[in-house]
T-cell receptor, first 113, second 114 residues
Framework: EDQVTQSPEALRLQEGESSSLNCSYT??????LFWYRQDPGKGPEFLFT???AGEEKEKERLKATLTKKESFLHITAPKPEDSATYLC??????????????FGTGTRLTIIP | KAGVTQTPRYLIKTRGQQVTLSCSPI?????VSWYQQTPGQGLQFLFE???????NKGNFPGRFSGRQFSNSRSEMNVSTLELGDSALYLC?????????????FGSGTQLSVL
């Protein structure tokens, strides 16, 4: 069965304290891996797409990397506004023969001023 | 450019009732997907519509159904509500079907079943 596991479930960091979030996956035929950010009371907001092992994408203080079995979201010198839940999703082929996204349950990140 | 709009924002129903949720995609987007989000299960895919046709479906019972109109607006319906249907229902739109295009999510409808 296709699985996406994110760790840790929650992470509290001091402002400026860098860290990494993990997304490990067990899927057959990965087509792509997505990172989203979700603020309380809002829907997820797209951050990155990664398609092949070794690929990296950066945006401000965030950098996403991909290996054959997991992805990391590195947060460098975070600020309080980076506090959110970060969701990882993998793109697989559904029983209909079409692509669908399978999401992890997310990492709730809190940055303390 | 207006984002994805979902109505209503909050909804309270009792077991056995049915509910209809509405989603207006970003102008020009023709693909609409629906997801259920709960604290324990995370986001789970319900179905995807493109050009008024359901092109993809998740593993939910037949009580969950949807449709898309010619203006790309979409509705989802849940009949015979159960307590476990309490969740945040999210709609997402994209230009084209399939998830190689990034999704734009609405803020969701929070459904509480009592």
């Amino acid at each position: 069965e296709d699985q996406v596991t994110q760790s840790p479930e929650a992470l509290r960091l001091q402002e400026g304290e860098s860290s990494s979030l993990n997304c490990s996956y067990t899927v057959s035929g990965l087509r792509g891996l997505f990172w989203y950010r979700q603020d309380p009371g809002k829907g997820p907001e797209f951050l990155f797409t990664l398609y092949s092992a070794g690929e990296e994408k950066e945006k401000e203080r965030l950098k996403a990397t991909l290996t054959k079995k997991e992805s990391f979201l590195h947060i460098t010198a975070p600020k309080p506004e980076d506090s959110a839940t970060y969701l990882c999703a993998v793109q697989i082929i559904s029983n209909f023969g079409n692509e669908k996204l399978t999401f992890g349950t997310g990492t709730r990140l809190t940055i303390i001023p | 450019k207006a984002g994805v709009t979902q109505t209503p924002r909050y909804l309270i129903k009792t077991r056995g009732q049915q509910v209809t949720l509405s989603c207006s995609p970003i102008s020009g987007h023709r693909s609409v997907s629906w997801y259920q989000q709960t604290p324990g299960q995370g986001l789970q895919f319900l179905f995807e519509y493109f050009s008024e046709t359901q092109r993809n479906k998740g593993n939910f019972p037949g009580r969950f159904s949807g449709r898309q109109f010619s203006n790309s607006r979409s509705e989802m319906n849940v009949s015979t509500l159960e307590l476990g249907d309490s969740a945040l229902y999210l709609c997402a739109s994209s230009l084209y079907p399939g998830t190689s295009e990034k999704l734009f999510f609405g803020s969701g409808t929070q459904l509480s079943v009592l």
